[in-house]
């Protein structure tokens, strides 16, 4: 929609700052030379995504002045896309350095009744504009035919879907996302919809977003992550990390030895070099052991800091596009998810924490 100020999907979009960075629409540079792998677009409508989940920076009850909102902690701007895709469709030799690192395009919709139907809209826009592969972070709730939905959105040109569940139990879903903060979103609207967009795209290429640090044991997040591999999905890892204005701006992030052993555990259930059943945990659900030596599982990846890089969609060379830089925390010498390969300090730093909190 387009009337004079008035900017909304499908004609708008918005962009990470740091895909805005990339296209050359806003200044900066890139901390330790982390260009983002993927460019996010997030659909925007005047009257805003209709649910209100705790974490969020686009909750409909976000306490805060609009105009400065965030989403993930940065600014997300607006763009009209038909500008994004003719930078993008610039010829190799006329397109910036920066424009040439992205490896794929995401479109993440927002739970807003036109959503649907513009995504499908903009999925078409983008596919026949942009030489990139293309994802699409579905909003499972404003979809009433899920299976029939996903095969247009594949016909259209997406090759993957993501599924942001984000909690990692049901308790703290309905806690988050649903009744308890008036939230429209049900838990198990979210896994039937895990279940048809696998069926439709096949497995590996389906994910679904768990946050660490919502309050769930690790215990609990590895049998989500287990859950997730059973429907044929990967699962992507997120920190928390407190959005102004949320219902949830005064929690902490969890320790970093509790996310590293959760990006250990998703690393190892991604690639089913274990089961849930083979990693152990105290009574407090934390994790103890993997049921091997973490050494003789993983070889030369915990050396490389594989584990602990972003976990995300692919570039058509396999390799991660969906690198987020910094969208967990702020720049600086300790990082959640790695955007880029960790170097031998990264590394030393990282062993250190997997087993302190």
Not at 33 to 55: E, H, V
Not at 63 to 72: L, P, S
Not at 317 to 324: H, I, L, P, Q, S
Request: glycine share 10%.
């Amino acid at each position: 929609m387009e009337e004079a100020g008035v900017m909304e999907s499908p004609d708008y979009v918005q962009t990470s700052l740091a895909g805005a960075m990339a296209l050359g629409l806003e200044p900066g540079s890139f901390y330790r030379n982390a260009y983002p792998g993927s460019l996010n677009l997030l659909m925007t409508y005047r009257d805003g995504c209709r649910a209100n989940c705790s974490y969020c920076g686009l909750a409909r009850q976000r306490r805060g002045e609009a105009d400065n909102n965030t989403f993930i902690r940065v600014k997300w701007p607006a763009y009209k896309l038909a500008a994004i895709m003719e930078t993008l469709s610039r010829p190799p030799q006329a397109a910036a350095a920066k424009v040439q690192k992205l490896g794929r395009i995401c479109i993440s919709m927002i739970t807003h009744p036109q959503a649907a139907a513009d995504c499908l809209t903009i999925v078409r826009q983008v596919q026949a504009a942009a030489q990139l592969p293309v994802s699409v972070l579905a909003s499972p709730t404003v979809l009433t035919d899920p299976g029939t939905f996903f095969q247009e959105l594949k016909a259209a040109g997406a090759e993957r879907i993501g599924i942001a569940v984000d909690a990692a139990t049901p308790e703290l879903f309905a806690a988050m996302r649903g009744r308890q903060v008036s939230g429209p979103h049900q838990w198990d609207t979210y896994w039937a919809a895990v279940e048809q967009a696998v069926r439709v795209f096949g497995r590996g290429y389906v994910s679904v977003h768990l946050i660490v640090g919502l309050g769930e044991t690790e215990q609990n997040l590895v049998q989500t992550i287990g859950k997730a591999g059973d429907y044929g999905a990967q699962a992507h890892l997120f920190s928390f990390c407190p959005e102004p204005g949320s219902l949830l701006s005064q929690q902490q992030p969890p320790a970093y030895g509790q996310y590293r052993r959760c990006q250990l555990a998703a690393f190892l259930l991604n690639r089913r070099q274990i089961r849930p059943d083979d990693v152990s945990f105290d009574m407090q659900g934390k994790i103890t052991g993997f049921g091997h030596r973490l050494n003789e599982l993983l070889g030369e990846n915990l050396a490389s800091g594989e584990p602990f890089m972003t976990s995300g969609c692919p570039n058509r060379e396999g390799c991660v596009a969906c690198n987020r830089p910094y969208g967990n925390e702020r720049p600086g010498p300790v990082l959640r998810n790695y955007p880029f390969r960790p170097e031998t300090q990264d590394i030393n730093i990282i062993k250190g924490q997997i087993w302190d909190d």
